[in-house]
C-alpha cells in the first residue's frame, strides 16, 4: 500500500514539474516541446539554464520544509510545531538578511547565506528552548512561546531593514519566498545538503518515534531524550536554514504538509518522512506552477509584464486558508 502511495505522489511530482516547465514566461507552452527537438538558443537557455534549476531548487526546497516540519513536531510532542512558528524559519531570514546587509552574503553567493541562515536558525530555536524548553512540553505553551520569538526575530529582521534600507530587495525575497531567478549554482548546494540532513532525519525515526510516545518511554527504552531531541532540533534547523537560503520563507509548508504526509503514510516515520519529503515536494512546485501561470495571466490582464506572484505568498493564502477550514470542521483538534 505504501508503495503504491509512493509511486502515486511520484506521479504527482513529475506531473507539476512538467507544469512549472511549461507556465512560466518568456516562451510558450509549444516551445518547450521545440526545445526538446533542438529549438533555437534563446529557447533552450530559458528552458534549461532558468526554468529547470529553478524546477528542481522548488521540489528540494518543498522537501526541505516538510521533513523538518516533521521532525520538529515529533522532538517537541507538538502539532503546531513547524519552522514557520518555533522561531528556525524567521531566525534564518534574520540571519540571510543581516549578513547581505553587511555584505558578507548575497543571492549570488548561496553557501554564504546557507551558513547565515544556519547561525540564525540556531539562534531561534535557542531563544525558544530558552523560554520553553525547561517547561512541561505543554503543546500550547511552546506554540505560544513560538509565536512570541518569531515576532521578535521578525522585529530584529525590520530593524535590519530600517539601518540598510537598500535591502528592501532582498527582505521581501526572503520574507515572502520566491523561486524567482534560481539558476544551476543553488541547486547544486541545495541538492546535496538536502539529501545529507534528510538521510541524517530518517536514521532518526526510530529515536524521533519514542520521543512521539514520551520522555519517559524513551528513557525507559534506553534512550537520550535530551541527546536524541537536540540531534533531531539540529537537523530540522539545518534543513530549513537549505530551503531559506535557496527559496526564503515559504509558509504554512513545514507546519501543514507533515500532517498531510502522516495522514498518508501513517506514523511510523521511517515511511513517512520520505513521503513527507516527497509530499512537501509536490506541494511546492506545484504551488508554483500555479504562481507561474497566474503571473502570466495577470500580465495580460494587468497589461503588466513585470508583474511576478511569489510562490510563497500563494502557499501562505492557501496555507491559511487551510488551516481555518481544518480548525472549523475539527476544533477539538490541537494544530
Do not use: K, Y
Amino acid at each position: 500500500m505504501a508503495t503504491r502511495r509512493f509511486a502515486v505522489l511520484a506521479a504527482l511530482a513529475a506531473v507539476c514539474a512538467g507544469a512549472e516547465l511549461v507556465a512560466g514566461r518568456g516562451m510558450s507552452p509549444g516551445a518547450v516541446w521545440d526545445v526538446l527537438g533542438g529549438g533555437d538558443a534563446t529557447e533552450r537557455h530559458i528552458l534549461l539554464q532558468l526554468r529547470l534549476p529553478r524546477t528542481l531548487v522548488a521540489l528540494g526546497a518543498g522537501a526541505c520544509l516538510a521533513v523538518a516540519g516533521l521532525v520538529l513536531q515529533s522532538a517537541l510532542r507538538n502539532p503546531l510545531a513547524g519552522p514557520e512558528v518555533t522561531g528556525v524559519t524567521p531566525g534564518a531570514v534574520l540571519g540571510a538578511v543581516t549578513a547581505t546587509a553587511l555584505g558578507l552574503a548575497g543571492w549570488d553567493s548561496p553557501l554564504a547565506v546557507v551558513l547565515a541562515a544556519c547561525a540564525g536558525g540556531c539562534a531561534g530555536a535557542l531563544l525558544l528552548w530558552l523560554l520553553a524548553g525547561r517547561g512541561d512540553g505543554d503543546p500550547a505553551r511552546t506554540a505560544v512561546h513560538g509565536v512570541l520569538v518569531s515576532a521578535v526575530l521578525g522585529g530584529l529582521t525590520a530593524m535590519v531593514l530600517l539601518v540598510e534600507p537598500g535591502e528592501l530587495g532582498s527582505v521581501v525575497q526572503w520574507l515572502v519566498g520566491t523561486t524567482e531567478g534560481r539558476v544551476w549554482e543553488h541547486w547544486h548546494l541545495l541538492w546535496p545538503w538536502a539529501l545529507a540532513w534528510g538521510a541524517a532525519a530518517w536514521l532518526l525515526a526510530g529515536p524521533l518515534t519514542l520521543l512521539r510516545c514520551g520522555d519517559d518511554i524513551a528513557l525507559a527504552a534506553g534512550l537520550s531524550a535530551r541527546r536524541a531531541r537536540t540531534l533531531a532540533l539540529v537537523c530540522a534547523v539545518a534543513l530549513t536554514a537549505g530551503a531559506v537560503a535557496a527559496v526564503g520563507a515559504l509558509g504554512f509548508v513545514g507546519l501543514l504538509v507533515p500532517h498531510l504526509a502522516v495522514a498518508v503514510f501513517g506514523a511510523d516515520l521511517r515511511t513517512s518522512l520520505p513521503g513527507a519529503a516527497l509530499t512537501g515536494a509536490v506541494v511546492v512546485c506545484g504551488a508554483d506552477a500555479v504562481a507561474q501561470l497566474s503571473s502570466r495571466l495577470l500580465a495580460l490582464t494587468l497589461d503588466a509584464d513585470r508583474l511576478t506572484l511569489p510562490v510563497g505568498a500563494l502557499t501562505a493564502c492557501l496555507g491559511a486558508a487551510l488551516l481555518l477550514v481544518v480548525v472549523r470542521r475539527a476544533p477539538g483538534r490541537t494544530f
